[in-house]
T-cell receptor
Framework: ETGVTQSPTHLIKTRGQQVTLRCSSQSGHNTVSWYQQALGQGPQFIFQYYREEENGRGNFPPRFSGLQFPNYSSELNVNALELDDSALYLC?????????????FGSGTRLTVV | GDSVTQMEGPVTLSEEAFLTINCTYTATGYPSLFWYVQYPGEGLQLLLK?????DKGSNKGFEATYRKETTSFHLEKGSVQVSDSAVYFC??????????????FGKGTHLIIQP
C-alpha cells in the first residue's frame, strides 16, 4: 500500500506571499490532518478534514486554510506569509476521524519564509 | 487544554543500554496514547500505541504501558542499538465523539546511541 506523499519537499517564499502545499493520503484513509513543526519542537495541529469537510481546527489564524478532494487528497494554503511560518509542514492521514488507531505521516514540506 | 510533557534531550546512551523516556499527560476523558519516532529528514512513524488504561503497546523491542493513575506512558527498551538514534515524540489523541482535535505532541526527545 502507498503511504502519504507530500509536495513539494522544499520551497522558499517571500513574506506576504501565498503558498499551497499538497498531500496524497494513504490508500483507504478518509481523514487528513495538517501539522506545523517548528525547528526543535513537536508538531502542532492545524486542522483536520474528514470526507471533504473541516471537522477540527487548532489554534491557527484563518489565513491557514485547506481543502480535501473527493479522492481524499488535500491542500494546505497559507496567505500573507510571515517569517514565523517557516517550519516543516506535515500531512497525516487516518482511517477515521477520531485518530484512535493512529495516523500515517508524510515526510513533510520544508517551508522557508524570507 | 490537553498537554504532553516528555523528558528533555538529548539522551545519550551506549549500545545495548536500557532506555527509558518519560512521558506524562494531562487530558480530559480517556485519550489514546502514542509514541512516534522521527528519523533525520523524515516524517513521523507510529512506533506504538495504547487506547485504554493498563494497555501495553509494543513494537520493535520498545514498550510503553498506559498508566491512568500516574497519567504516564513511559517508553522503554531493554537493549538499544545505534539504529534507534532518532527523535521520539509522545502524543495523545483525545476521546472525541464528533469533532476532531488532532494529536497533541510533546516537544520530542532526541536519542543518541553511541557504538
Amino acid at each position: 500500500e502507498t503511504g502519504v506523499t507530500q509536495s513539494p519537499t522544499h520551497l522558499i517564499k517571500t513574506r506576504g506571499q501565498q503558498v499551497t502545499l499538497r498531500c496524497s493520503s494513504q490508500s483507504g484513509h478518509n481523514t487528513v490532518s495538517w501539522y506545523q513543526q517548528a525547528l526543535g519542537q513537536g508538531p502542532q495541529f492545524i486542522f483536520q478534514y474528514y470526507r471533504e469537510e473541516e471537522n477540527g481546527r487548532g489554534n491557527f489564524p484563518p489565513r491557514f486554510s485547506g481543502l480535501q478532494f473527493p479522492n481524499y487528497s488535500s491542500e494546505l494554503n497559507v496567505n500573507a506569509l510571515e517569517l514565523d511560518d517557516s517550519a516543516l509542514y506535515l500531512c497525516a492521514s487516518s482511517l477515521e476521524a477520531t485518530g484512535t488507531y493512529g495516523y500515517t505521516f508524510g515526510s513533510g514540506t520544508r517551508l522557508t519564509v524570507v | 487544554g490537553d498537554s504532553v510533557t516528555q523528558m528533555e534531550g538529548p539522551v545519550t546512551l551506549s549500545e545495548e543500554a536500557f532506555l527509558t523516556i518519560n512521558c506524562t499527560y494531562t487530558a480530559t476523558g480517556y485519550p489514546s496514547l502514542f509514541w512516534y519516532v522521527q528519523y533525520p529528514g523524515e516524517g513521523l512513524q507510529l512506533l506504538l500505541k495504547a487506547t485504554k488504561a493498563d494497555d501495553k503497546g509494543s513494537n520493535k523491542g520498545f514498550e510503553a504501558t498506559y498508566r491512568k493513575e500516574t497519567t504516564s506512558f513511559h517508553l522503554e527498551k531493554g537493549s538499544v542499538q545505534v539504529s534507534d538514534s532518532a527523535v521520539y515524540f509522545c502524543a495523545l489523541s483525545p476521546y472525541s465523539g464528533g469533532g476532531a482535535d488532532g494529536l497533541t505532541f510533546g516537544k520530542g526527545t532526541h536519542l543518541i546511541i553511541q557504538p
